[in-house]
C-alpha cells in the first residue's frame, strides 16, 4: 500500500507539478519580454532626440559647405590645443 501511494506521487509529480511549474515560468519569461511604460516613454523621448540631432547636424552641413563653395582658398584651421599640452 505504501508503495503504492508513493509511486502515485511520483507520476502525480512528473505528469502534473513538473508541466505546470515549466508553464509557470514561460508565462514569467514572456511577461519579462515586454517593455514597460516608462521603458516605452524612454525610448520614445530618445528616438525623438535623435532626429532632432540628425537635422541640427544636416543642417550644420548645409552651412558648411555652402561656406566652403563661397570661399574655396579660406587659410586651414589651426590646430587645437589639447589638455595634454
Known amino acids: ?9 511520483i507520476v ?4 502534473i507539478g ?5 508553464l509557470h515560468y ?4 514572456r511577461k519579462q519580454k515586454t517593455l514597460l511604460p516608462d521603458d516605452e516613454r524612454m525610448m520614445e523621448d ?3 532626440s535623435a532626429r532632432q ?6 543642417t550644420l552641413e548645409r552651412l558648411l559647405d555652402g561656406s566652403e563653395a563661397e570661399d574655396p582658398r579660406r587659410p586651414p584651421r589651426s590646430s587645437r590645443t589639447t589638455f595634454d599640452d
Do not use: N, Q, S
Open 46 to 48: 530618445l528616438w525623438r
Open 26 to 29: 514561460v508565462t514569467l519569461w
Open 53 to 58: 540631432m540628425e537635422r541640427r547636424i544636416e
Open 12 to 15: 502525480a509529480t512528473t505528469c
Open 1 to 9: 500500500m505504501p508503495e503504492e501511494i508513493f509511486i502515485l506521487a
Open 18 to 22: 513538473l508541466p505546470a511549474m515549466i
